[in-house]
């Protein structure tokens, strides 16, 4: 019988440290057992922060409306944390974690996450994380061929609808107090009144 107690090291993974000037893949950001929350874009680690009650009530109640629309369709929602891994079958260097997504092809989806582009992504906009959302994954979204990438502010009660046409999205604002339609769902709609009660 072998002693287990001086064998611990043999079954430990060692933990990884985080350089944040080297470029990582996919199989390092596995190794990464620090409870940090992290997106790998192109390589690039990026740590997230914790996000607000408020953000996160947006998030349920804009779930709660999807998961609705969904019932009875091919498509799927989910909500962060959930790996989307957007360029596995080529570099494997991107691990975005979207707010919320839809994915229609389930062939994409396993247990560890999203092998693959969403049909659409959400992100709701915190303090931290606009300039990210705005400019970094916006690119990187549209790179990936994303239909329909929407981006709350809670703060202004704004919604940038950004829809995928010939390679570039085109944008649409929309009020809080809108009904939005979802494009990649035909005849669905988002009642926004609802999603930024109080």
């Given at each position: 019988m072998m002693?287990?107690?001086?064998?611990?090291?043999?079954?430990?993974?060692?933990?990884?440290?985080?350089?944040?000037?080297?470029?990582?893949?996919?199989?390092?950001?596995?190794?990464?057992?620090?409870?940090?929350?992290r997106e790998l874009i192109d390589g690039v680690p990026y740590l997230?922060?914790?996000?607000?009650?408020?953000?996160?009530?947006?998030?349920?109640?804009?779930?709660?409306?999807?998961?609705?629309?969904?019932?009875?369709?091919?498509?799927?929602?989910?909500?962060?944390?959930?790996?989307?891994?957007?360029?596995?079958?080529?570099?494997?260097?991107?691990?975005?974690?979207?707010?919320?997504?839809?994915?229609?092809?389930?062939?994409?989806?396993?247990?560890?996450g999203c092998k693959g582009a969403p049909d659409m992504v959400v992100e709701i906009l915190s303090p931290s994380t606009s300039r990210h959302d705005r400019i970094l994954k916006f690119k990187t979204y549209l790179k990936s061929g994303i239909r329909e990438y929407w981006i709350i502010n809670p703060d202004t009660g704004i919604l940038d609808v950004n829809i995928l046409s010939n390679g570039n999205y085109i944008t649409h604002p929309y009020a809080a107090e809108d009904t939005v339609p979802v494009h990649i769902l035909e005849g669905c709609t988002i009642n926004l009144p609802e999603v930024f009660e109080e």
């Open positions: 002693d287990m107690e001086n064998n611990t090291n043999d079954s430990k993974v060692e933990e990884a440290l985080v350089d944040y000037n080297k470029l990582y893949t996919y199989s390092d950001y596995l190794l990464w057992d620090d409870d940090k929350r997230m922060s914790a996000p607000s009650r408020r953000h996160q009530k947006l998030l349920g109640k804009l779930f709660i409306q999807f998961d609705n629309l969904l019932k009875g369709k091919p498509c799927e929602v989910y909500f962060s944390p959930f790996d989307v891994r957007l360029n596995a079958d080529t570099l494997d260097n991107t691990v975005v974690q979207p707010d919320l997504l839809i994915v229609c092809d389930k062939a994409k989806l396993n247990d560890t």
